[in-house]
């Protein structure tokens, strides 16, 4: 405490703090030698020809990259939804738009801009955050996004052309001319890269930027992480109506005139080909895709006509065929998240209290798919520090009842309650809060990630950076930089357990954790399950149908057929129940 | 009364002519499960084909915008959509969304952008309840309704609408059970393309031509696919009507953009009340196993 208030009056030692956080910031972000990638360096050389580039280009080229700039940003905000997160809109010219259209109707009348501006970005903001809150829930189909930004796009420059009073109908808003091209043009410019920073410091690298890398790699390995993918998909859309309505407004005073087409639909054609083109999930691609095509529009498009629009429709199919990544996707070297390990909070944070009695009770659980009753009234109660498996023949239930315990679906009836707490319509990422995780059947990773960076995310998630198990710290010691893709399906199997033990779950549900792993890694598995139960203090639930490990492993076996508990009991018990037989043996 | 059988007439050609398109979205998505942005752009082919064929009789420029239709559509699955298949649903739909700039600026580009139109083959008028209404868009309804009915009826009973639904529900299996899914796919694009290209060219005598018609039928097409249920074939076809029953209904007391922002405010509402989209009663007979 005391350290705190001598930094605070004390400038030297102020002084002496601020310039320890720029060498942090700066390790962070170039890298602890100060070594930069070739994107970066690209994108430094790009910056200063941008900033000069009233020193040397004639005033009507210097507008046109101030125009490209601003269609730069415009990009930069789709980016968000699109290449971060992976939503899909294909109407985001409605929120560029609203702030062009704020900003016009605003100048027009001899009003301000500013607050024709905020007005404008203010209504881009709650039509983004109403289409993303009905679009994207999660029981939602992929094709409703896209049919609903589609449909209000071309909504959009409806209204523009008949409502006559405001937007001035098809022939639009005439803006006064700039006094200046220069000074306008450098307003633009910082104000462009005031969004852009402020959008890499407080976004992209923070838990909420990778939360976004998350869902669009995975999104039900995030929600079970604890990730709240609709409210963080909710988020990412409107700071990217938020974004494109800014660049709106910045654009306003380039434009002559602004017409309907402002929201329509050929706008937002033309900045899903910028960001294509110029490369996903960058910050460069969108500014380098806008600029370029936004200049070689006016240098062709006198020549060319049509056919340079034909050009870009070629051009962006070619695009999406070959070069998914976009140009700046070549040179992209850095990692895709940012490392938000909790610090020290190791130490700080507590273990989790012990449990005990009944951790985890499942009752009378009916599930049905279209007329097939997978799940028949099945009861679970899970003892803290219990090993429970769950086996039956095919097509029992074991597997929906463990998606119906994380949440994964609903069930039809019946109850879940987790340390006392009813959970069966929380969604995952609050059972995950509650103290449960779970592993799927084929393990649910994030593609392209490396082995550190899946531990970051489920670190982050957690809020604490416990140390893992040896058995899994080996993972990060040896693996720590390796893409997911490359590691074998046992230490794939490992990882994901690993990820479930970073939030110290109450119960860590597993699906078939054996299922092809060679024989000696199976039979290593329960030994290992055991230790970490052990070691960790939660109760396992685990579905396998091998035997052998069922044996070693579980405190208590639990029998499903046709969607009800059979058998209850030791692996003995269970085995010898004559309807157990009955129904491994197809004679029920 | 003569006005209210007039507004009734004229729901029942729009929908006639939206249900065709509808269909074609729904097959195209429910099979290939990828929104085909470009289907408006397939419309407007269709009609600049007819404009472009109008020397020849009007049955026979029908047949060849047809068979054209079904050639862009092989051409367009083996060219661009095969290749995004396995990059997922949004790489899918910005390919399609690709091939519909492209049509519509190839199309810009060959015929210039001013307007065109074709005549009505047919020129006569037939009194229905006190109204002359024009004999083409009887015609037109009329074989709209026996083509859909053959489709449908196609779909839901021969063995290769089993195998068409099959491969619907279940690509993996279907392949399994020998039901080649690249034939499949190829096949339901080109009939769906085809689908939508005789759509424009029935509408095209009745509507000024330009390179961005098909924009006006995207929307409220992809309205009535989305409020039914994924993969369902009939579905559409309901939905189409359903729109236009209710656009129909705004339009008669509303200016055309307020009536499209209510219609749009519904459809938001609708997606929040039943987000998997309604299943049409129309259910099919079961099959009989053999």
New interface residues.
């Given amino acids: 405490m005391a350290r705190t208030d001598n930094m605070v009056h004390n400038p030297i030692i102020a002084a002496k703090t601020w310039r320890a956080f720029q060498v942090k910031i700066l390790r962070r972000e170039f890298g602890a030698t100060g070594m930069l990638n070739s994107g970066r360096v690209i994108g430094l050389a790009l910056f200063i020809a941008a900033a000069l580039c009233p020193f040397y280009l004639s005033e009507f080229k210097v507008g046109l990259i101030g125009l490209g700039l601003t269609y730069g940003l415009f990009a930069v905000g789709l980016d968000l939804a ?1 290449g971060r997160t ?1 939503i ?1 809109s ?1 109407g985001q010219a409605v929120f560029f738009g609203l702030g062009t259209y704020g900003v016009a109707v605003a100048l027009v009348r001899h009003g301000t801009a500013l607050v024709g501006g905020v007005i404008g970005v203010a209504l881009a903001a709650i039509l983004g955050a ?1 289409t993303a809150a ?2 994207l ?1 999660r ?6 996004m ?3 930004t ?3 796009t ?2 959009a420059e ?2 523009a ?3 006559w009073s405001v937007t001035g109908g098809s022939s639009g808003l005439y803006v006064p001319p700039l006094t200046s091209t220069y000074s306008y043009y450098y307003t633009c410019f910082v104000a462009t890269n005031c969004v852009v920073v402020l959008l890499w410091f407080f976004v992209l690298r923070r838990p909420l930027g990778n939360r976004l890398t998350a869902i669009r790699l995975n999104d039900r390995r995030a929600e079970h992480l604890g990730i709240p993918i609709f409210r963080e998909r909710v988020v990412a859309f409107t700071l990217s109506a938020v974004i494109s309505a800014i660049a709106g407004c910045l654009s306003a005073p380039w434009m002559s005139s602004v017409s309907p087409d402002r929201v329509g ?1 050929v706008l937002s ?1 033309q900045v ?1 080909v910028w960001v ?1 083109v110029g490369g996903r999930a960058t910050l460069l691609g969108p500014f380098v895709g806008a600029v370029a095509l936004t200049y070689g529009q006016d240098a062709l498009a006198s020549s060319m ?3 340079y ?2 050009m ?3 051009l ?2 070619l695009s ?2 070959l070069v ?1 990544n976009g140009i700046a996707g070549v040179f992209r070297t850095g990692p895709q998240l940012a490392d938000t390990t909790p610090k020290g909070a190791a130490e700080s944070h507590s273990p989790r209290p012990p449990d005990t009695g009944e951790v985890l009770t499942a009752a009378a659980i009916v599930k049905r798919f279209a007329g097939n009753t997978a799940l028949d009234g099945a009861d679970l109660r899970v003892e803290a520090c219990e090993i429970v498996c769950l086996i039956g023949p095919n097509g029992a239930g074991k597997t929906t009842l463990l998606n119906i315990l994380s949440g994964a679906i609903g069930c039809d009836a019946g109850t879940v309650t987790l340390r006392g707490e009813r959970i069966d319509t929380a969604p995952p990422h609050r059972r995950v809060a509650a103290g449960l995780a779970r592993t799927f059947q084929i393990p649910s990773l994030f593609p392209g990630l490396t082995v550190a960076e899946h531990l970051i995310l489920a670190r982050q998630e957690a809020g604490m950076a416990v140390p893992l198990p040896d058995a899994y710290a080996r993972l990060e010691r040896d693996y720590s930089g390796r893409r997911v893709e490359m590691l074998s399906l046992s230490d794939r199997r490992s990882l994901e357990i690993a990820m479930a033990l970073c939030s110290q779950p109450a119960v860590l549900l597993l699906d078939e954790p054996a299922a092809g792993l060679a024989r000696h890694e199976a039979d290593a598995l329960a030994k290992t399950l055991r230790t970490l139960r052990d070691q960790v203090g939660c109760a396992i639930v685990c579905v396998e149908h091998d035997m052998e490990i069922v044996r070693d492993l579980a405190d208590r076996v639990i029998c499903l057929h046709r969607g009800r508990v059979i058998s209850e009991g030791t692996m003995d018990q269970v085995s010898a129940n004559a309807e157990v037989r009955r129904a491994y043996l197809g004679l029920a | 009364m003569s006005g209210s059988v007039q507004i009734l007439l004229d729901f029942i050609w729009v929908s006639a002519g939206l249900a065709l398109v509808a269909f074609s979205l729904g097959l195209i ?1 429910g099979e290939l499960k990828i ?1 085909n ?1 470009a289907q408006g752009d397939l419309m407007m082919v269709g009609a600049y084909s007819m404009y472009a064929l109008r020397g020849l009789p009007f049955l026979v420029a029908l047949l060849v915008t047809f068979v054209i239709g079904l050639l862009l559509g092989f051409v367009l699955e083996r060219g ?1 959509l095969r ?2 298949y396995d ?1 997922g ?3 899918t ?3 399609t ?6 049509l ?3 199309v ?2 060959i015929f210039t ?1 001013s307007q065109k139109g074709i005549d009505q083959p047919l020129k006569g008028f037939v009194t229905v309840g006190g109204v002359a209404y024009p004999e083409y868009r009887i015609v037109v309804v009329l074989g709209i309704v026996v083509l859909l009915a053959i489709l449908l009826f196609l779909v839901y009973r021969s063995s290769l609408g089993l195998r068409l639904r099959a491969s619907i529900d279940n690509v993996e299996m279907a392949s399994m059970l020998g039901i080649s899914p690249q034939r499949v796919f190829a096949m339901v694009f080109s009939l769906a393309t085809a689908l939508a290209v005789l759509a424009g060219a029935l509408i095209a005598p009745t509507i000024a031509i330009n390179p961005t018609l098909g ?2 039928f ?2 409220p097409a ?2 009535a ?2 409020i039914s249920k ?1 993969g369902s074939l009939a579905g559409p076809v309901a939905g189409a009507v359903a729109v236009e029953f209710i656009f129909t209904l705004l339009q008669a007391y509303l ?3 307020v009536a ?2 209510i219609l ?1 405010g519904l ?2 509402l609708f ?2 009340l039943k ?3 309604i299943s049409w009663s129309w259910k099919p007979a079961r099959e009989k196993a053999s």
């Fill in positions: 699109w992976g899909i294909i109403f009905v679009g829930r029981v939602t189909n992929p094709s409703t896209a049919v609903l589609l449909a209000i071309l909504l409806k209204v052309r008949d409502w639909i054609t899903l294509a006509g049509n056919s629009l034909l870009l429709g070629v962006f199919i999406v065929l998914p | 998505l929104v942005i661009v290749w995004v990059k649903f949004m790489a739909l910005l390919a969304w690709g091939v519909g700039i492209v519509e600026q190839g810009a580009t952008v924009l006006s995207l929307a992809f309205f696919v989305l994924q200016n055309i953009t499209e922002s749009f459809l938001a997606i929040v987000p998997q989209g």
